[in-house]
């Protein structure tokens, strides 16, 4: 079985070079990338099947660059090695085609199995962000109405409670009183747990 081709994209030399070291005993790395538009020549160029790229890049970041990334075709697999806890970037990074998202902080372990389970197609959400609670994931959707769903999917998308409201012509209130007995009914206390909910149903896909 060939190994894992990677592309690796940081500005920071000593974390672009720990990366390389922790790394280039379990994949084949390709390059460094250390802005973001050297990443999308090298994504085009190389077309490495999964590649790793930090939110805060010069030139262009993270983001933006993964979108340019997508647009010119890209197949590759992406996952954001970012230093933020976030939910809001969480979602911002599966929006613009990421497959992962692991924190600078995990364990090395944790970024090899992160690597693993994008290139074979799944998601991957570092465990240092929260988990969903056991309970059937059959049970949660049934007992979500169809206008929490709304909701959710909106919250899955970035939106403000504001901005909710503004899209489904309900008050405030009514949007922030939704988004409570969601996460009553999930048993979640952060909007990252919904987060990770929304993709565990596909709502980002």
């Known amino acids: 079985m060939?190994?894992?081709?990677?592309?690796l994209a940081?500005?920071?030399?000593?974390?672009?070079e720990?990366?390389?070291?922790?790394?280039?005993?379990?994949f084949e790395l390709l390059?460094?990338?250390?802005?973001?538009?050297?990443?999308?020549?090298?994504?085009?160029?190389?077309?490495?099947?999964?590649?790793?790229v930090d939110i805060s890049m010069p030139v262009l970041n993270g983001f933006d660059a993964v979108r340019e990334i997508m647009k010119r075709g890209s197949e590759s697999k992406i996952i954001f090695l970012t230093m933020h806890n976030d939910a809001t970037l969480l979602a911002e990074a599966f929006r613009c085609g990421a497959s992962g998202y692991v924190l600078k902080q995990a364990a090395g372990e944790e970024?090899?199995?992160?690597?693993?389970?994008?290139?074979?197609?799944?998601n991957y959400i570092t465990s240092l962000i929260t988990s969903l609670p056991p309970a059937s994931q059959a049970k949660q959707q049934?007992?979500?109405t169809p206008r929490q769903r709304e909701v959710l999917?909106?919250?899955?998308?970035?939106?403000?409670?504001?901005?909710?409201?503004?899209?489904l012509k309900i008050s405030t209130r009514t949007?922030?009183?939704?988004?409570?007995?969601?996460?009553?009914?999930?048993?979640v206390e952060t909007t990252a747990e919904l987060i990770r909910y929304c993709l565990r149903l596909g709502l980002i896909s």
């Open 2 to 7: 060939s190994r894992i081709r990677l592309l």
């Open 18 to 26: 720990g990366l390389r070291s922790l790394l280039r005993d379990e």
């Open 10 to 16: 940081d500005d920071h030399t000593m974390v672009a």
């Open 31 to 52: 390059g460094t990338a250390a802005n973001g538009k050297e990443l999308v020549d090298a994504a085009v160029e190389l077309n490495p099947d999964v590649i790793l």
């Open 111 to 122: 970024l090899v199995t992160a690597i693993r389970e994008v290139a074979q197609g799944n």
């Open 175 to 187: 949007a922030e009183s939704h988004k409570y007995e969601i996460m009553q009914t999930l048993g």
């Open 153 to 167: 999917q909106l919250i899955s998308e970035g939106l403000t409670m504001k901005e909710i409201a503004a899209e």
């Open 142 to 144: 049934k007992a979500i």
